[in-house]
């Protein structure tokens, strides 16, 4: 349950700090959007866990966002 927790609490610090570099114009949504895939891949998959499946991951992952019209109206919006 710890573990959990601390996973949820590092997705969480790493969403807002995407969303602080796109408010700031540090990053594009398109950056943000990428910054946010490989969060979502890190903390689906156990600490050292392949290149080939994190790439496999990541590549499922953003080609079923490629086209999320409710991310990208989020990911524009900010």
């Known amino acids: 349950m710890e573990v959990q927790a601390t996973t949820a609490a590092g997705a969480a610090a790493e969403s807002a700090a995407i969303t602080d570099a796109l408010i700031a114009g540090a990053i594009d949504a398109e950056a943000a959007k ?45």
């Not at 866990?49 to 409710?70: K, W, Y």
Request: glycine share 4%; aromatic share 0%; proline share 7%.
């Open 34 to 78: 990428s910054r946010l895939i490989d969060a979502i891949v890190t903390s689906a998959l156990p600490p050292g866990a392949s290149a080939g499946l994190i790439a496999e991951l990541r590549a499922d992952v953003a080609a079923m966002l490629l086209h999320h019209p409710q991310l990208d109206h989020l990911l524009r919006r900010a």
